[in-house]
């Protein structure tokens, strides 16, 4: 047995062992039979009504802290849950999210129960692909402006964030996982060698630029799948977006 699954089987002991936590379930990789040397322990925590997911959290901390000495902690909210993950001195991830009994569901594709019960599924939310185009079109938005005034790190950055988006939406459209881009190695290879291409080689000699170029027909594709008539509407756009982005940093933009 790994010490990772020692560790995550001893966490959910202890988990059914408090009153306070009524169901228990892994999450990510180790939920679905993908879990390798890298993967992290992300457990989820269901707890009784009314109990403070702080409260009960720092109660683990404590627990766990007498058995390995996490090097950092930290502490995230997020659909009404606390999730607090540690860093050991090995690398290894701890993830242990604290549940309100009302929220504790699967929020994804991957929970598996160890014990006890979850809530209904929650479905995706069907406005989250035009919140992540709307997030994609500021980039691009930024990612001209930065181009137009010869900030060409600040041009770097920005290309990473459409190009992040339109992969978060492709992953979205094709049923894949798509946060931080787990799901980007198993789009189409076209799709992907498209991605390649928009990758910086260089922030000189117009390189921004042609990735600009490059990424404009990806968002325009995913923006026709994911609002079509909204698409439609900016068809001229993307273009104009490309073109003043050559205009010189005194322009009116």
Request: net charge negative.
């Amino acid at each position: 047995m790994s010490e990772r699954t020692a560790l995550r089987d001893w966490l959910i002991d202890l988990a059914r062992a408090d009153e306070h936590v009524t169901s228990a379930a892994v999450l990510g990789s180790g939920a679905d039979g993908h879990e390798d040397r890298w993967s992290e322990i992300d457990l989820a925590l269901r707890l009784a009504p009314g109990r403070d997911p702080k409260v009960i959290a720092d109660a683990r901390a404590e627990r766990l802290g007498e058995r390995v000495q996490p090097v950092s902690q930290l502490d995230i909210w997020s659909l009404g849950a606390l999730y607090r993950v540690f860093l050991l001195p090995d690398t290894l991830q701890v993830d242990v999210s604290f549940w309100p009994d009302d929220r504790f569901a699967a929020h994804g594709p991957n929970l598996r129960l160890f014990f006890g019960e979850a809530n209904e599924p929650v479905s995706t939310p069907s406005g989250s692909a035009a919140r992540v185009l709307g997030m994609a079109w500021l980039y691009a938005l930024h990612l001209r402006s930065s181009i137009a005034r010869g900030r060409a790190w600040q041009s770097v950055y920005m290309i990473n964030g459409v190009r992040d988006h339109v992969v978060e939406l492709a992953c979205l459209r094709y049923g894949l996982p798509s946060a931080q881009g787990r799901g980007t190695d198993e789009l189409p290879f076209d799709l992907r060698s498209a991605l390649k291409a928009t990758l910086p080689q260089t922030t000189e000699d117009g390189e921004p630029s042609r990735c600009f170029g490059e990424l404009v027909p990806l968002l325009v594709s995913e923006a026709h799948h994911v609002d079509p008539q909204g698409a439609q509407e900016l068809a001229d756009v993307p273009a104009e977006l490309v073109r003043t982005s050559g205009s010189s940093a005194g322009d009116d933009l």
